[in-house]
């Protein structure tokens, strides 16, 4: 069986939601579709197994990835209904459908190099247990991770990530007696505000960014430059008290062209304390260790496929994937998918299946060409 459709369809019944990400039918699923090839399977977690599947042998060797898991849903959800040219339920993007296109190429594909396919486990949730784990054993010299992205839209980058706990201090008091507005809740609304505000202002020098890829033939696209996310807001001990500590857990993305210090800046507040938890690094062209050169090889690859019926379009991003454990190893990799115009892990989330079919035969043609470019 080799029709993305129907493979999207299969997968999006098998139950891989995140937590607890359980990934063995989804992989024995996989495995039977190419019971003719070599398969390995990696497991960090027991009950999360990873499938890498040897298409041909060959140098260069060209990874497709992506992910079984999906994030969390109602059950009425693994259940996949065709809508007007949309196939709806739980991962039907993110990413089943990429999976399936994957899955239903390299079925077709005659290789031109030697290529590899790894399936796997807890991108939802970091993905230290799946390519995380998987790429230091079974190594390439390129992959395209797949991701709902659209059929014209390659994504070369992604944010920078911090995570903040954040405590806004006040006086406290008695409601009846006690003034409000000195009170740590009504400091942290006001915080809150102008965060939201002032992070929606910064720019930074994307312009860089723009002039290389409109130097290289391509449209740069980016949702946003910055957001600032309280994700988190705790605060209060009775009704009639008023509050002198407010915690904040926040998220805060900014794009690679704008610099960390500025967010150090930003809340150099008094009354307030900040706790870094964690910074992901961005990734991507232009601002990791990987060569350009073999950075353009592969752009050029997806490129040229690409071009056939639309303008390619280069995009970052200010979420975050699995790039980051291969281009940490001086690896190209870039993100290509069917999308469903950003209905990722929403009540509604869909494919549009002609860019499913689409991503599918552009797949294909990559693996097919891709000695014109990587060799």
Request: with cysteine; proline share 4%; glycine share 8%.
């Amino acid at each position: 069986m080799d029709d993305p459709l129907e493979i999207t369809k299969e997968l999006i019944k098998i139950d891989t939601r995140n937590p607890p990400g359980i990934t063995e039918e989804a992989v024995e699923y996989l495995q039977s579709l190419f019971s003719s090839y070599k398969t390995k399977v990696y497991r960090k977690v027991s009950n999360k197994p990873n499938l890498v599947v040897e298409i041909s042998k060959g140098k260069p060797v060209l990874m497709l990835t992506s992910h079984l898991d999906t994030v969390p849903c109602e059950d009425k959800l693994l259940n996949p209904i065709i809508v007007n040219g949309k196939l709806y339920g739980r991962g039907a993007c993110d990413a089943k459908g990429c999976v399936a296109a994957i899955c239903s190429a390299a079925l077709k594909a005659n290789p031109s190099i030697g290529l590899k396919l790894a399936f796997t486990a807890d991108e939802e949730v970091g993905g230290a247990n799946g390519l995380g784990y998987v790429f230091p054993i079974e190594r390439a010299d390129y992959v395209i991770i797949g991701e709902p992205k659209s059929i014209d839209s390659i994504g070369v980058m992604q944010a920078t990530v911090l995570s903040l706990d954040i405590i806004i201090k006040g006086e406290s008091g008695h409601t009846a007696n006690h003034d409000i507005k000195k009170g740590a809740i009504y400091k942290a609304s006001k915080f809150i505000m102008e965060m939201v505000e002032e992070f929606s202002k910064l720019r930074g020098e994307y312009n860089k960014f723009e002039e290389f890829f409109k130097s290289i033939g391509m449209e740069f696209e980016f949702k946003g430059h910055a957001v600032f996310n309280p994700a988190i807001i705790k605060g209060g001990i009775k009704r009639n008290v008023i509050a002198n500590k407010c915690e904040i857990k926040a998220d805060i993305r900014i794009s690679p062209w704008i610099d960390v210090k500025i967010v150090r800046e930003m809340l150099n507040y008094s009354d307030l304390d900040v706790k870094v938890n964690g910074i992901l690094k961005p990734y991507g062209m232009l601002v990791d260790d990987v060569e350009i050169e073999k950075d353009l090889r592969l752009l050029n690859l997806l490129k040229s496929v690409v071009a056939k019926k639309f303008k390619p379009k280069a995009f970052c991003s200010l979420g975050v994937g699995d790039s980051r454990y291969v281009r940490k190893y001086g690896t190209p990799a870039f993100y290509y998918g069917p999308g469903g115009d950003s209905t990722l892990h929403s009540e509604n989330e869909y494919v549009k299946i002609d860019e499913l079919y689409g991503v599918a035969e552009n797949y294909k043609e990559i693996i097919e060409k891709a000695d014109k470019f990587l060799v």
